[in-house]
Structures are given as C-alpha cells and as structure tokens.
C-alpha cells in the first residue's frame, strides 16, 4: 500500500513538472522594459549582424546596457527597422534567451510622444 502511495506521488509530480512547462505564458509572465532601440548591425556594430535587428538597450543595476533583441511580432514590427536613428520606447512583452542573447517578444512598444 506504502508503495502505490509513494508511485502515484512520484506520477504527480512528473505531470505537474509537464504542465508547468508547457503552460503557455500568460500576462503576468511580461515584463516593461524602459530603453532605447537602435540596431544591431548599423549602430552596436556586431559583427555577426548580418542585416538591420532593433535591439532595446536597458540600463543596468551595474550601470551597462543590458541588451534585449526585439523577436518579431506586430506590435515590434510597428516600430519598423531604426537603423542609424535611435528611438526611446517602453516595451511590454515577454523575455527568453536562445543562443546567449536576451529577447524579447512584444505585446506593446510605446514612444514619448
């Protein structure tokens, strides 16, 4: 009996890990990120930058920019592509990192008017 109990335990516990991750993220997962968008390739002059990428650069609690790469969405592609300019924004979307960079997803872009 211990051991139905301990096994279906265990069972619990593997299909809570499964569901948390694949829950899809929800509002409460987005962030508001306060920066300036300029580009990858024309401004930050990142070598591997190929073509024109918006990056939202942050200010750190070290006082660096934290650099955040805008991933496509409606909301970022409103925003066109900054190339030489620079543009001041606030940004609400939702964070992950894939090959060492930080990216966001935007649900929301707003510039001071």
Do not use: F, H
């Not at 509002?27 to 990056?55: F, M, R, S, Y």
């Not at 920019?65 to 900054?82: L, N």
């Amino acid at each position: 009996m211990r051991s139905r109990a301990v096994a279906l335990a265990a069972v619990l516990v593997v299909l809570g890990a499964i569901a948390t991750s694949v829950a899809p993220a929800s509002a409460a997962d987005e962030v508001t990120l306060k920066g300036t968008i300029v580009c990858a390739k024309c401004t930050l002059k990142k070598p591997d930058a190929k073509e024109c990428q918006n990056v939202l650069l942050v200010p750190g609690p070290d006082g660096k920019k934290v650099e955040y790469y805008m991933a496509s969405s409606k909301s970022a592609d409103a925003v066109g592509e900054v190339c030489t300019e620079t543009k001041e924004a606030t940004v609400t979307g939702t964070v992950s990192e894939k090959d060492g960079r930080k990216w966001i997803t935007a649900s929301k872009v707003e510039s001071p008017s």
